[in-house]
Structure formats: structure tokens, C-alpha cells
């Protein structure tokens, strides 16, 4: 710390957290990948240069976290450390707890409500800035999420109304601060729409944060947000709020932005300025002037691709779970679907949804979509390594 009488936010950031940055799939462009990671990178190069005490990161849950038990809207991690991981690859990396626990407090005493948790296992949109932000840098995070997937949701003003807050919290602090909004863009995943994001809808985000103009942003709706996949911006709204409230509602400048078939990957810099004449990694030229929202005109008065999870549908999201998070369950169901499905209390259509193949059957009867693909995704592996396993004849 540098002796200051109040925080300092040195520098900000929103960017994309795909799995597919850690898997790297070979049905992916590696080149596009590199686009984003390389611009995660730069980004880790800017915390070399402003030397900040910590990192707030602001992330979302896949349902990795929290699932049915428990739906917080905000949570604030007050562990020693933030334990993430995605697949075979973890990190766990030391929290700022002394920080930690002086926003929580200071933002519930200014009558925002604030969740935290001393024991909560982070996903990918943790592990992504880990690895390739922070990399070897001896930086303590402040970790902090936001429901992005299990509605009812909080509107982007309420996102910015908590960053304000985090701001006014930050007043008597002498830290020097870097801020990651980790999310976004437009991308449907577990659902019918898992090919075809809104890619338009990011085209005018990009070009609304470059020019500084944030109002419409923050009119959205979650309604709206789900319509065109981009619920993940909620972190983006928490980030802007942090900036206006510390006095630096200030453009962003961005860094890389690919097209992949599933998802937009944005990558975006707030603070400091990025020079003058610095060229973003962009797969396509990007539509100037883009219209509002895209051209997109928005029709949904209800969530429709990641609806409000009925107590009807519980046991087949419940069991999703465990076959997500329980190896040996996971490996009955891999041997006998049928035997656990008639164990886990499932409605007729339940049953024969799990048993279908793919998952859009699936969430057609209650399942998340979330929980849906991740089980799909595990219970593929899980068969193969079985495969793997098992002696020639």
C-alpha cells in the first residue's frame, strides 16, 4: 500500500471467461482463442504497470457454486483463499480477506444487501482470470459473484447501484485497486439457441462502451438480457457502477473481440486509456455505425431461455447435480440410466427426457439448461474414460 487516505481504482477491465479458453477443444480456431487469451494477458501486463494491492473480480455462477439450496443475488468470498477450478485444472489463489470483510460490511451498512461465504468452490469464470490475468502474480483477489442464471435476477441498475456502493465503501481505504468484470458476450448455453449468440447485440454494446454512453445499458431488463444472451453483462454493470462512484465513468477501449459459433468473446479496457492508434484483435470487421441494440427488436415478456426453476422440476435438476458433482453416481448412471433415473423420483417425462439423447428434451421439462449440457458434458467424459479403462478381449 502507498499511504493513501482513500481507494484508488489503477485499472479496469471486462472480459469474456469461455471454458473453451482452458479446454481449448480442437473443433475450436485456436487463433480465435488466442485473440481472447492473448488479450487476458495484456490485461495482466496493465496490472505490471499500475501495481495494484488487490483484484476485485467480479464473476458469475454456472451453478458451480450454488445451486437450488441456496440462490444468493450478490456474494462476496471471505475465505483465505478462493479455490476455482474447471475440468482437471484448479488454482487457489489468496483473498484480500481484511478488504473482503470491510466491503461487506461497509456495503450492508449502507443498506445493500451483501451475501458472503467463507467456503465456496469458484467455477471458469473465476479460473479463466486466474490463469491468464493474474498468471505467477503475487495478487490477492477479492472475489465476488453474481447470479446471472437462476431468475429472478437483479436489473442492471441494481448491478450499478451495488458498484456505486462498493465505491462508497472503498471511500476510506488506502488500497490501489484493479477491478475485472468477468462475463459476457452474447452466448446461450445448454439451450436451442447454443449456435446462434446475437452477435449484433455485442457489436452495439462494444460500440456504446467506446463512445462512454451507458444509459441504455442500463435500461435493460433481465428479460431482455436473456433474449439476447447476454445476462453475463450483470458483472459489467457492478464494474461500471465501481467507476462512476470512484469518479471514472470513463469509455472503454477494446482489446480483442472474436466470433466463435456459440459465443462472442469480448475483451474490453476501461482503465487506464489504452494509447491512442492501438489496434483491437478483431476476427471481423465490426458494423460502424451499428444500430440501437443491434438492429434487434425484443419481443419476450418472460425469461424463456433460462427460466425460473419450478418446484416441479427439483428432482430432475437435483439429480443433474449429483451426476454432475458425484463420481460414483455419475458412474452408475454411465452403467444403468435407467436404474438411477427410476431411483431419483422423476416424473414419467422426466425420465424419458434424461434418457433421450441430447439436452434439448431436457430443458423442455424443467431442467436448467446449465445443469443440463454439464451433465451431458461429464457423463460423455466419464464414458470415455470408462472406455479407456476397460481391457482388450
Known amino acids: 500500500m502507498r499511504g493513501r487516505t482513500m481507494a484508488e481504482i489503477v485499472a479496469a477491465a471486462a472480459a469474456v471467461h469461455a471454458p473453451q479458453l482452458l479446454s481449448r477443444p480442437p473443433h475450436e480456431d485456436p487463433a480465435k482463442l488466442d485473440g481472447s487469451t492473448d488479450a487476458l494477458r495484456a490485461f495482466g501486463r496493465v496490472l505490471d504497470e499500475t501495481a495494484p494491492d488487490a483484484l476485485l473480480v467480479i464473476g458469475i455462477d454456472h451453478l458451480e457454486t450454488f445451486w437450488l439450496e441456496a440462490v444468493p443475488t450478490f456474494t462476496l468470498i471471505l475465505s483465505p483463499e478462493a479455490d476455482a477450478h474447471y475440468m482437471q485444472t484448479r488454482r487457489q489463489v489468496p483473498v484480500h480477506t481484511d478488504l473482503a470483510a470491510h466491503l461487506l460490511h461497509g456495503v450492508v451498512r449502507r443498506d445493500v444487501d451483501l451475501t458472503y461465504s467463507q467456503d465456496a468452490v469458484l467455477g471458469h469464470a473465476f479460473l479463466t482470470p486466474f490463469q491468464y490475468v493474474l498468471?505467477?502474480?503475487?495478487?490477492?483477489?477479492?472475489?465476488?459473484?453474481?447470479?446471472?442464471y437462476l431468475p429472478p435476477l437483479p436489473s442492471p441498475r441494481r448491478c450499478f447501484t451495488l458498484g456505486r456502493t462498493i465505491a462508497g465503501a472503498l471511500a476510506d481505504r488506502p488500497e490501489r485497486l484493479a477491478v475485472l468484470a468477468s462475463g459476457g458476450m452474447s452466448h446461450f448455453p445448454g439451450t436451442a439457441r447454443y449456435t446462434a449468440p446475437q452477435f449484433s447485440f455485442d457489436e452495439w454494446v462494444l460500440q456504446e462502451v467506446a463512445a462512454g454512453r451507458f444509459e441504455e445499458l442500463l435500461d435493460l431488463t433481465p428479460v431482455q438480457l436473456d433474449e439476447v444472451g447476454e445476462s453475463e453483462l450483470l458483472t459489467w454493470f457492478v464494474m461500471l457502477g465501481i467507476l462512476a462512484g470512484s469518479g471514472q465513468s470513463?469509455?472503454?477501449?477494446?482489446?480483442?473481440?472474436?466470433?466463435?459459433?456459440?459465443?462472442?468473446?469480448?475483451?474490453?479496457?476501461?482503465?487506464?486509456?489504452?494509447?491512442?492508434g492501438t489496434a483491437a484483435n478483431?476476427?471481423?470487421?465490426?458494423?460502424?455505425?451499428?444500430p440501437r441494440f443491434g438492429g434487434h427488436e425484443f419481443t419476450q415478456t418472460d425469461f424463456v431461455y433460462y427460466r425460473f426453476p419450478e418446484p416441479a422440476s427439483?428432482?430432475?435438476?437435483?439429480?443433474?447435480?449429483?451426476?454432475?458433482?458425484?463420481?460414483?453416481?455419475?458412474?452408475?448412471f454411465v452403467a444403468d440410466p435407467a436404474a438411477v433415473a427410476d431411483a431419483a423420483g422423476l416424473s414419467a417425462e422426466q425420465r424419458a427426457a434424461l434418457l433421450a439423447d441430447g439436452f434439448d428434451r431436457l430443458t423442455s421439462v424443467g431442467a436448467h439448461p446449465l445443469l443440463a449440457l454439464s451433465a451431458r458434458q461429464v457423463t460423455d467424459l466419464e464414458r470415455g474414460a470408462l472406455q479407456d479403462l476397460t481391457p482388450p478381449t
Open 135 to 148: 498468471g505467477d502474480r503475487d495478487i490477492p483477489v477479492v472475489p465476488l459473484l453474481v447470479n446471472a
Open 250 to 276: 470513463v469509455p472503454g477501449s477494446l482489446l480483442s473481440y472474436q466470433h466463435l459459433s456459440h459465443h462472442g468473446h469480448g475483451v474490453v479496457q476501461f482503465v487506464p486509456p489504452v494509447p491512442p
Open 282 to 290: 478483431v476476427d471481423e470487421p465490426l458494423a460502424s455505425p451499428v
Open 314 to 332: 427439483f428432482p430432475l435438476n437435483r439429480l443433474l447435480h449429483r451426476i454432475i458433482t458425484d463420481q460414483g453416481l455419475r458412474r452408475e
